[in-house]
């Protein structure tokens, strides 16, 4: 019996990664765009910190996402992305941390995959499928 051969593409891996995660993060940057960012800045402003430090989800929701779809300086839009998740996970999650949600998973999983994700893809960096491959951050 022939086994069926598949052959490693790494490369294709990590482009698919890459988009998954700059993907779905895009769209709750579009969400909040469109929202003119009030809930962020509700939570800051819960925290006595400036409400404009909400516009700091704008780098980290719309253009890290979109840098490293491209793959254009990768590794930095996602050290971005990190930290962004870092700063919405702590503030705005950081009592659903050891919770569950009503389905029985961790009530932070999206916030985890995101952060995670962002995290595998600084550590990995673009790949060759990628608008820039030979800068330090790509």
């Not at 698919?16 to 509700?42: D, M």
């Not at 700063?87 to 999206?110: M, P, R």
Request: proline share 1%; aromatic share 16%.
């Amino acid at each position: 019996m022939e086994t069926l051969k598949i052959d490693k593409n790494q490369s294709l891996a990590l482009f698919i990664q890459r988009v998954l995660v700059g993907f779905l993060l895009l769209f709750h940057g579009i969400a909040n765009l469109t929202s003119g960012y009030a809930f962020i800045k509700s939570v800051f402003a819960g925290y006595s910190m400036p409400e404009f430090f909400a516009y700091g989800a704008f780098i980290g929701e719309i253009v890290a996402p979109l840098l490293i779809i491209a793959g254009y300086r990768t590794r930095l839009a996602a050290l971005a992305l990190v930290f962004n998740m870092l700063v919405a996970t702590l503030l705005a999650h950081s009592g659903d941390i050891f919770a569950l949600n009503q389905y029985g998973g961790w009530a932070i999983e999206l916030q985890a995959f995101y952060l995670f994700g962002a995290l595998a893809v600084f550590f990995s960096g673009a790949g060759v499928y990628a608008v820039s491959k030979n800068n330090s951050w790509d």
